[in-house]
């Protein structure tokens, strides 16, 4: 092993062990924005759904919809006046597409 090889290592490690990365430990939430409220309207089969008057997006693939606990539903099972909470896509539509909806 090569004496700059062991030096980085040693210093990640140390930088770990201590909290310290120079990497980003979640990216997960940049810019996105809560949502809470009832389902309001629900457009193309779950496609569209209003939460608080606003037009929400619900991809198939890029958002995790959670209905009562069970984070494995299917975006065709929601229905009106359920309470739900969920984090906004940035990237995608303007804003309006929904990373996760959990509902109840």
């Known amino acids: 092993m090569k004496l700059s090889t062991a030096i980085f290592t040693s210093v990640l490690a140390i930088g770990l ?4 990365t120079a990497l980003p430990t979640s ?5 996105s924005h809560k949502v809470k409220g ?3 309207k629900i457009k193309r089969e779950g496609r569209q759904v209003y939460i608080n008057g606003t037009k929400y997006f619900i991809s198939g693939s890029r958002t995790n919809v959670c209905i009562k606990g069970a984070c494995d539903g299917d975006r065709a099972n929601l229905k009106v006046g359920m309470k739900c ?16 909806i959990k509902c109840k």
């Open 38 to 40: 009832k389902i309001e």
């Open 85 to 100: 909470k969920a984090r906004t896509n940035p990237a995608k539509k303007g804003g309006k597409e929904l990373k996760k």
């Open 27 to 31: 990216t997960a939430d940049a810019g």
């Open 17 to 20: 062990v201590t909290g310290f």
